[in-house]
Nanobody
Framework: QVQLVESGGGLVQSGGSLRLSCVAS????????MSWYRQAPGKEREMVAT????????SYADSVKGRFTISRDNAKNTVYLEMNNLKPEDTAVYYC???????????WGQGTQVTVSS
């Protein structure tokens, strides 16, 4: 069964840190472009960070550059999002996504809630 399971969300004070994890099962994450997205209440889902298959290329939304770091451990079939200096506006449900554009295939996780208090 193909599955992406996020964990690591929670409640943190402004300026704090969290590390999100996304574990894949039922497929090999290593051949997928991996991304983290987030969706705040009343807002559209937005891309936060993306990492290519070899992990040698990353991109970030302007709002998180310098504070968030995406990484992957293909041997563990896991992708991470390290979030530092969190702000209340980072509050959202964070989703993991696996993309394989060459065959137009994508998988989403169920999301993990991140709440940053001021």
């Amino acid at each position: 069964q193909v599955q992406l399971v996020e964990s690591g969300g929670g409640l943190v004070q402004s300026g704090g840190s969290l590390r999100l994890s996304c574990v894949a099962s039922g497929f090999w994450l290593s051949i997928y472009v991996m991304s983290w997205y987030r969706q705040a209440p009343g807002k559209e889902r937005e891309m936060v960070a993306t990492i290519r298959t070899a992990g040698d290329s990353t991109s970030y939304a302007d709002s998180v550059k310098g504070r968030f770091t995406i990484s992957r451990d293909n041997a563990k079939n896991t992708v991470y999002l390290e979030m530092n200096n969190l702000k209340p506006e980072d509050t959202a449900v964070y989703y993991c996504k696996a993309d394989r554009p060459v065959i137009n295939q994508a998988y989403w996780g169920q999301g993990t809630q991140v709440t940053v208090s001021s």
